[in-house]
């Protein structure tokens, strides 16, 4: 079964540190991974996404995210955590032609100045 | 990246009236639509995939007679709640992909109903 976990519910870093949310995933087939953001009572931002290529990618805001095929993970990172980065995010992966996404259940980072 | 824009992004609605979502992309065309529903503090459960022209998937447990999905362009789709009931009060959030060559989907504002 397809599935992708998010072991932490809640991160909290010192504000200028870096940070890391983590996220594995188990799907059959080449995995198309995505890390969003969510700031209260609003959709979903796209930050960045794994397709093919480097295993380092780099999005939105400073963020980057690194898949690791061996360990199946794709942990979102930030060199240095703002307090604006404050917020939920979700990991979420598709595999290959199949259209729905499988989501993370949501880590909610909390940056203290 | 592309825009998905969600109406309203606010409701208030009493018990047994309907409730009409809409989602439009902005500057795509989306044969597929995406709707979801959030519990506070929770993740994102999809209730349908809406498709352009033909007749919405629902997943398992969603009910197709309360959550009425219609994909009559391919830049809108509506949710609409019927015979809302408080249980229904929830985010609502809806989604589209660009396909002509993107391939992560992008999100509508989404909708906080609540049903009194």
């Known amino acids: 079964a397809q599935s992708v976990a998010q072991p932490e519910d809640q991160v909290n870093v010192a504000e200028g540190n870096p940070l890391t949310v983590k996220c594995t995933y188990s799907?059959?087939?080449?995995?198309?991974l995505f890390w969003y953001v969510q700031y209260p009572n609003r959709g979903l931002q796209f930050l960045l996404k794994y397709i093919t290529g480097d295993n380092l990618v780099k999005g939105s805001y400073g963020f980057e995210a690194e898949f690791n095929k061996s360990q199946t993970s794709f942990h979102l990172k930030k060199p240095s955590a703002l307090v604006s980065d404050s917020a939920l995010y979700f990991c979420?992966?598709?595999?290959?032609?199949?259209?729905?996404?499988?989501w993370g259940l949501g880590t909610s980072l909390a940056v203290n100045p | 990246g592309a825009v998905v824009s969600q109406h309203p992004s606010r409701v208030i609605c009493k018990s047994g009236t309907s409730v009409k979502i809409e989602c439009r992309s902005l500057?795509?065309?989306?044969?597929?639509m995406f709707w979801y529903r959030q519990f506070p503090k929770q993740s994102l459960m999809l209730m349908a995939t809406?498709?352009?022209?033909?007749?919405?998937?629902?997943e398992q447990g969603v009910e197709k007679d309360k959550f009425l999905i219609n994909h009559a362009s391919l830049t809108l789709s509506t949710l609409t709640v019927t015979s809302a009931h408080p249980e229904d009060s929830s985010f609502y959030i809806c989604?589209?992909?660009?396909?002509?060559?993107?391939?992560?989907?992008?999100f509508g504002q989404g909708t906080r109903l609540t049903v009194v």
């Open positions: 809406s498709n352009e022209g033909s007749k919405a998937t629902y």
């Open positions: 500057d795509f065309q989306a044969t597929t």
């Open positions: 799907v059959s087939g080449n995995p198309y």
């Open positions: 989604s589209a992909r660009d396909e002509r060559g993107n391939t992560e989907a992008f």
């Open positions: 979420a992966v598709r595999a290959g032609n199949n259209r729905k996404l499988i």
